[in-house]
């Protein structure tokens, strides 16, 4: 699939799955609307791609939802949802190196380029999602950026909240690849040259989203995906950034080092709002882009969002996992945010502890903070989220086959609703208004 992006990701649902396509032609406002569309369609079990064609304040349209059914892009590729799975895991120990485009400035990515004061990010969808925001912001950047040690590019997602005409504040998770190539540019007293692209195939998208170390090449993985390498132009910027030549929007420019600004409250991943704090300044001198755009949205903490981050960890988890305990590993699912469990055969580890394996994913795994491990008989997708009350020690009535000298562990599930909300970080909700407005009778009609 060299040839894959966007548009041709775009063709194939539109043709081939009209059942999970929407297109809106109505006006939608970019401020909660498209958010409240996409969680109405969730709460109807719904996840199309859509495409709204009238955005209020800009001329690009609006796509959403692209990835947010693994089978489907499993189907644009004549694959099922499991071998896309094990094409995934596959991807690491294969990658394909990108191949720069013959004649960089004849590029889809680069038929209209503006520099210097023609930057202007308000061209784009100002895009609002939960009632905490206060500014609109950039869900589907992909970030692309050089590690001044190694060489080596890294790709990665990240939020960018427009904050002035040509500047972002930029959310970069602490111990994550672009915080870490961003603290050696500032240790040089040095800014950080970034390219980040909106626009993507959603093979380009799960490729930058492998999880691995530092030196992992992300494009490499996406070439693997696609079975063929992807084709990049140089940064306009830097010239030894790369962006794919068939991206929809390129901006370029650089990470302040010494710049900060206010950022967030957003509502993320994990279903609830992240607060406000200081964060680098992304400043951009160069915005490209294809003729007649599509603009490509991540709506946060919804099954896009959900689906790109637990694949892609999935991917890794399982590669990693079946090699350590190759035996044991059984089956892998991410019921929810950080969240892993794991179906086991215990006589399979070799003499080695569960808790062994727990500690070495937790450890090892920057975007998990649960982990829970099962027998063979327990079917993982069916279990309901819950909190779980563990009391150990406890006096056993010499019938259960468990105890230990006379004593057991206890456990309940608590699955009530917690008694003082004010003192938990804010559920993502769009505005009740919005919502209210939205006719799903309207929105699914053919």
């Known amino acids: 699939m060299p040839d894959a992006d966007l548009r041709a990701f775009l063709q194939f649902v539109r043709e081939q799955c009209p059942q999970e396509y929407v297109r809106l032609e109505r006006e939608v406002?970019?401020?909660?609307?498209?958010?409240?569309?996409?969680?109405?369609l969730e709460g109807a079990l719904r996840a199309p791609l859509i495409e709204c064609a009238r955005v209020t304040g800009?001329?690009?349209?609006?796509?959403?939802?692209?990835?947010?059914?693994?089978?489907?892009?499993?189907?644009?590729?004549?694959?099922?949802?499991?071998?896309?799975e094990e094409m995934l895991a596959g991807a690491y120990d294969r990658p394909i190196p990108p191949r720069l485009w013959s004649?960089?400035?004849?590029?889809?990515?680069?038929?209209?380029?503006?520099?210097?004061?023609a930057v202007d990010l308000s061209?784009?969808?100002?895009?609002?999602?939960?009632?905490?925001?206060?500014?609109?912001?950039?869900?589907?950047?992909?970030?692309?950026?050089?590690?001044?040690?190694?060489?080596?590019?890294?790709?990665?997602?990240?939020?960018?909240?427009?904050?002035?005409?040509?500047?972002?504040?930029?959310f970069m998770a602490p111990g994550g690849h672009l915080d870490a190539i961003h603290r050696k540019h500032a240790a040089l007293g040095t800014d950080t040259p970034v390219a980040a692209f909106i626009g993507a195939h959603?093979?380009?998208?799960?490729?930058?989203?492998?999880?691995?170390?530092?030196?992992?090449?992300?494009?490499?993985?996406?070439?693997?995906?696609?079975?063929?390498?992807?084709?990049?132009?140089?940064?306009?910027?830097?010239?030894?950034l790369r962006v794919p030549a068939r991206a929809e929007i390129a901006l370029e420019g650089r990470i302040c080092h010494d710049r900060s600004v206010d950022e967030g409250p957003f509502g993320e991943y994990a279903g609830y709002a992240m607060p406000r704090a200081e964060q680098p300044v992304f400043e951009v001198a160069v915005m490209s882009q294809?003729?007649?755009?599509?603009?490509?949205?991540?709506?946060a903490g919804r099954m896009e969002h959900l689906t790109m981050t637990g694949v892609a960890l999935r991917a890794h988890l399982e590669r990693s996992l079946r090699r350590a305990y190759p035996d044991a590993i059984l089956?892998?699912?991410?019921?929810?945010?950080?969240?892993?469990?794991?179906?086991?055969?215990?006589?399979?580890?070799?003499?080695?502890?569960?808790?062994?394996?727990?500690?070495?994913?937790?450890?090892?795994?920057?975007?998990?903070?649960?982990?829970?491990?099962?027998d063979?008989?327990?079917?993982?997708?069916?279990?309901?989220?819950?909190?779980?009350?563990?009391?150990?020690d406890q006096p056993g009535t010499g019938l259960d086959p468990s105890e230990l000298d006379g004593k057991t562990t206890k456990w309940g599930l608590d699955a009530t609703a917690k008694p003082d909300l004010d003192h938990y970080a804010p559920r993502n909700r769009v505005p009740q208004q919005v919502l209210d407005r939205i006719d799903l009778r309207e929105i699914l009609q053919r």
């Open 290 to 299: 294809r003729d007649r755009p599509l603009f490509q949205d991540i709506v």
């Open 58 to 84: 800009t001329d690009l349209p609006v796509l959403t939802n692209v990835c947010a059914s693994l089978s489907r892009i499993a189907r644009s590729m004549g694959r099922t949802e499991r071998e896309l």
């Open 123 to 170: 061209r784009l969808p100002q895009m609002r999602y939960t009632e905490v925001e206060t500014a609109a912001y950039l869900t589907a950047a992909a970030v692309v950026a050089r590690d001044p040690d190694s060489d080596v590019l890294n790709v990665s997602y990240h939020r960018l909240m427009i904050s002035g005409r040509n500047t972002t504040g930029i």
């Open 376 to 392: 063979p008989d327990v079917e993982l997708r069916s279990l309901q989220r819950t909190d779980l009350v563990v009391v150990p």
């Open 202 to 240: 959603p093979l380009w998208s799960l490729g930058s989203l492998a999880a691995g170390g530092l030196e992992l090449d992300e494009f490499g993985i996406i070439g693997a995906l696609l079975g063929a390498p992807l084709e990049v132009v140089p940064g306009i910027v830097d010239a030894r």
């Open 331 to 374: 089956e892998l699912y991410l019921p929810a945010p950080m969240t892993l469990f794991v179906k086991l055969d215990k006589s399979q580890l070799g003499g080695r502890e569960v808790r062994e394996l727990m500690r070495a994913v937790l450890t090892a795994q920057l975007y998990l903070k649960r982990i829970v491990c099962f």
């Open 103 to 117: 004649g960089a400035a004849t590029a889809p990515v680069r038929q209209q380029v503006v520099q210097g004061d």
């Open 29 to 40: 406002s970019p401020r909660w609307e498209l958010a409240a569309i996409v969680a109405k």
